[in-house]
């Protein structure tokens, strides 16, 4: 069983698009969040969910806006999609916010052309 | 913020024990200290966390010294598939707690 999930695996578009990318975990964990690995294989944390509520909302442009419809999903909604928007989005969840150990999804590559 | 500092790159051969150091200097009083192996089309993958002394478990140790400013991830008998980038993280310490990945290890393992 897939404890993090992503979909879809691979995105690719066209800038000034609209996309979503869906993240579900099974871990009944309380916490889940968003980061980005650009080309130089950084990993930037985005976004973190605790509980539905926002707790970590790192300088991203509003263009990004995540959404939590229960704290088993954690969706990355972007809008008006930029080349620099191009990366490696993955999802991840933790018991909670505090110093649980992450777990990640497989990651999502969006492609923006 | 907790920044981490570490090698680039290290190289290593099958068998042999790995030691990767990671320099957090502001390390915040609560914060932990986590170590992450990353492979290739992968998300990363915990391995270890520790907050002070030593920590070990199946697959690494952690040895963080008193004053807790660099911590050591040491795999013993590394083999082919270890090769892998390995991240150093310092955070935890609140809810709202930044938590930021450094550059990574990318560490190289040959026969």
């Known amino acids: 069983d897939t404890a993090v999930s992503q979909t879809p695996k691979y995105l690719v578009t066209q800038m000034g698009n609209d996309k979503s990318i869906k993240c579900e975990q099974n871990l009944g964990h309380d916490t889940m969040y968003w980061y980005k690995q650009d080309s130089k294989k950084f990993l930037k944390i985005m976004f973190s969910y605790n509980n539905k509520e926002l707790i970590i909302n790192e300088t991203v442009p509003n263009r990004f806006s995540p959404k939590s419809p229960d704290k088993a999903h954690l969706n990355l909604h972007i809008n008006s999609l930029e080349l620099g928007d191009s990366a490696v989005y993955f999802c991840?969840?933790?018991?909670?916010?505090?110093?649980?150990?992450?777990?990640f999804g497989p990651g999502t590559r969006l492609t923006v052309t | 913020l907790a920044k981490t500092t570490q090698p680039i790159s290290m190289d290593s051969y099958e068998g042999q024990e790995v030691n990767i150091t990671c320099s957090h200097n502001?390390?915040?009083?609560?914060?932990?200290i986590t170590w992450y192996q990353q492979f290739p089309s992968q998300g990363p993958r915990f391995i270890i966390q520790?907050?002070?002394t030593k920590v070990t478990n199946e697959v690494a140790s952690l040895f963080i010294p008193a004053d807790r400013k660099s911590s050591t991830l040491s795999l013993p008998r590394v083999s082919l598939s270890d090769t892998a980038v390995y991240y150093c993280?310092?955070?935890?310490?609140?809810?709202?707690?930044?938590?930021?990945f450094g550059s990574g290890t990318r560490l190289s393992i040959r026969p």
């Open positions: 520790g907050y002070k």
């Open positions: 502001n390390i915040a009083t609560n914060d932990y």
């Open positions: 991840a969840s933790s018991q909670d916010s505090r110093r649980g150990e992450q777990y």
């Open positions: 993280l310092v955070g935890g310490s609140s809810s709202a707690s930044k938590i930021i």
